[in-house]
């Protein structure tokens, strides 16, 4: 597939365009969506997610044809990450969900683990994730690290 720019718009489109160059990169696929959100991307997906709409899957085989793939309430969904067959969100006061993604047409919550405060941000890098929290009341944030080997 070689490397690919993708973009959600607020007027609800993903979109695609080739990577070959990084001055003039030029729209070459459309697929409508719900919402907006944060964008990953793994292989022939793209995953989204965002607040209100919790997780989209996007297969961009073709990346002239981005196509809806599955969808799942994923509550609190801030951002995601993706590490093997696994995406883990940063689910907002949810703390962290893992979800199986070896079918990127049937996602499924596989594990959850709370962390202090409010998740915002997620990394992931075997065996550990690692997601920027804020606690809201007391003003402060933590970087938390989550062993996710077993």
């Not at 793209?46 to 990346?63: A, I, Q, R, T, W």
């Not at 992931?124 to 003003?139: K, M, Q, V």
């Amino acid at each position: 597939m070689g490397r690919m720019w993708i973009g959600a718009t607020p007027a609800r489109k993903l979109k695609t365009a080739p990577a070959t160059t990084t001055t003039a990169p030029q729209r070459v696929g459309t697929c409508p969506i719900s919402s907006y959100g944060n964008l990953t991307a793994a292989g022939d997906q793209v995953y989204m997610v965002g607040d209100y709409h919790g997780l989209s899957v996007f297969d961009v085989s073709d990346p002239t044809a981005p196509v809806s793939a599955a969808e799942l309430d994923v509550s609190g969904a801030q951002e995601c990450a993706v590490a093997g067959q696994h995406l883990y969100v940063a689910s907002g006061y949810g703390g962290l969900q893992i979800l199986d993604v070896a079918d990127p047409s049937a996602p499924e919550i596989v594990g959850t683990c709370d962390v202090v405060g409010h998740a915002r941000s997620v990394a992931a890098r075997w065996p550990f994730a690692y997601l920027t929290t804020h606690e809201y009341i007391e003003d402060r944030s933590w970087l938390v690290t989550v062993d996710v080997s077993d």
